[in-house]
C-alpha cells in the first residue's frame, strides 16, 4: 500500500508567498503543524489567510504512531514570549484565521492549558478581529476550564480514529472515551462554544465503527467533524490498509451530515485544520450564529 493514487498526488509546497511566511515563522522561533505534521494543504492554507501554530516547542511527550512530529520524555522549556511572538506574527501573516494547537505535555504540571490561554488573549488583544480556534490535548476539569477562560472562538479536539483502533495508533496514555470527555467537558463549561474534531480513514476501520463513532461524536454535542485519509509519514509509522477514493469521501460527507453535523468537511486531503471548514466557521462565527441554530436533526438510533 507504498504507491499513492493519483488522486493523493500534490505538489510539494513553494513559491514566493510561502517562502516570506516560513522566514516570518523561523525569525521568531516559531513552529507550525503546517510544516510538522507535513500537511498536504499547506501552501493553499498560508496564502489564504490561515495557519496552524504549534506551542510549547516541537517535541512531544507522546508517540502515537500515525503522527510525524518529533517525540521525548520532556518537552523543550517554554518560550514566555511565545504568545506574544505569535501575535506578532499573525499580524506579519495578515491571518484572518488562526488555529493553535500543541504537542503533548505531560512534563507540565498543567499539561501547558494556562499557556495556550495566554496566547489565546494575546492574539485577541492584538487582532480583536481574528478568529482563533484551538486544537488541545486531552484537557480535562481544572486544566479545561483554564484553556476555555481565555475565549477561543472554536474548540477542537481529536478523537483520530474508531475506538478499536485507538491502542495501536494513540499513545497508550490517549483514549477514546477521554478524548469523548474532553469534547463533553468543553460543551458543559461553555453550551454556546464550537466544538469540532477528526477522524482518519484508511487504516481497517469498518463502516458500522465509522457511524458509531459520528453518533459518539453527536452524542457529545460536537459541531463540526473532518475526515480524510490517512497517510504513513515514514516507514517507521503504521502502514495505510487503503486508499479510499474521493466518491467514497463523498458519500461519508452526506451519511455525517444526516447524523446532524452542522459541517462536515470530507475528503482524502482534508485535515482537523482545513481550509473549507474554517472558511465555514468564520462565516457563522462572524454572522453570531451559535451552536445548535444551523444543525440539521438527524436520526436518533
Given at each position: 500500500m507504498d504507491r499513492k493514487p493519483p488522486w493523493l498526488k500534490i505538489r510539494p509546497p513553494g513559491g514566493e508567498t510561502y517562502a516570506e511566511l516560513k522566514s516570518i515563522l523561523r525569525s521568531r522561533g516559531l513552529h507550525t503543524v503546517c510544516?510538522?505534521?507535513?500537511?498536504?494543504?499547506?501552501?493553499?492554507?498560508?496564502?489564504?489567510?490561515?495557519?496552524?501554530?504549534?506551542?510549547?516547542?516541537?517535541?512531544?511527550?507522546?508517540?502515537?504512531?500515525?503522527?510525524?512530529?518529533?517525540?521525548?520524555?520532556?518537552?523543550?522549556?517554554?518560550?514566555?514570549?511565545?504568545?506574544?511572538?505569535?501575535?506578532?506574527?499573525?499580524?506579519?501573516?495578515?491571518?484572518?484565521?488562526?488555529?493553535?494547537?500543541?504537542?503533548?505535555?505531560?512534563?507540565?504540571?498543567?499539561?501547558?492549558?494556562?499557556?495556550?490561554?495566554?496566547?489565546?488573549?494575546?492574539?485577541?488583544?492584538?487582532?480583536?478581529?481574528?478568529?482563533?480556534?484551538?486544537?488541545?490535548?486531552?484537557?480535562?476539569?481544572?486544566?479545561?476550564?483554564?484553556?476555555?477562560?481565555?475565549?477561543?472562538?472554536?474548540?477542537?479536539?481529536?478523537?483520530?480514529?474508531?475506538?478499536?483502533?485507538?491502542?495501536?495508533?494513540?499513545?497508550?496514555?490517549?483514549?477514546?472515551?477521554?478524548?469523548?470527555?474532553?469534547?463533553?467537558?468543553?460543551?458543559?463549561?461553555?453550551?454556546?462554544?464550537?466544538?469540532?474534531?477528526?477522524?482518519?480513514l484508511g487504516i481497517g476501520e469498518s463502516e458500522d465503527e465509522l457511524v458509531q463513532s459520528l453518533r459518539d461524536l453527536r452524542a457529545v454535542g460536537v459541531d463540526v467533524v473532518t475526515l480524510g485519509q490517512y497517510l504513513r509519514p515514514s516507514p517507521k509509522h503504521l502502514p495505510v490498509h487503503e486508499y479510499v477514493p474521493p466518491e467514497r469521501f463523498a458519500e461519508l460527507r452526506v451519511l455525517a451530515e444526516s447524523l446532524g453535523f452542522a459541517y462536515v468537511a470530507s475528503g482524502p486531503l482534508v485535515r482537523s485544520s482545513y481550509r473549507a471548514g474554517e472558511l465555514f466557521l468564520a462565516g457563522v462565527l462572524r454572522a453570531g450564529k451559535r451552536p445548535g441554530e444551523l444543525l440539521v436533526a438527524g436520526p436518533t438510533n
Open positions: 510544516e510538522e505534521a507535513r500537511c498536504p494543504n499547506v501552501s493553499e492554507c498560508w496564502s489564504g489567510g490561515t495557519a496552524t501554530f504549534m506551542l510549547m516547542g516541537d517535541v512531544c511527550t507522546r508517540g502515537c504512531r500515525f503522527c510525524a512530529v518529533k517525540t521525548g520524555k520532556r518537552g523543550t522549556p517554554l518560550d514566555p514570549a511565545e504568545p506574544e511572538k505569535i501575535a506578532d506574527a499573525v499580524a506579519q501573516m495578515k491571518l484572518h484565521y488562526v488555529v493553535l494547537t500543541s504537542v503533548d505535555r505531560d512534563d507540565l504540571g498543567d499539561g501547558g492549558a494556562e499557556h495556550f490561554a495566554a496566547t489565546i488573549r494575546a492574539i485577541k488583544a492584538a487582532h480583536p478581529e481574528v478568529l482563533v480556534e484551538v486544537l488541545t490535548p486531552d484537557y480535562l476539569g481544572p486544566h479545561l476550564g483554564t484553556l476555555l477562560a481565555g475565549g477561543p472562538d472554536v474548540f477542537a479536539h481529536n478523537i483520530e480514529v474508531v475506538e478499536r483502533l485507538t491502542r495501536p495508533f494513540r499513545d497508550p496514555r490517549c483514549s477514546y472515551r477521554k478524548s469523548l470527555d474532553v469534547l463533553a467537558g468543553a460543551k458543559r463549561l461553555r453550551p454556546e462554544q464550537w466544538t469540532k474534531s477528526s477522524i482518519m
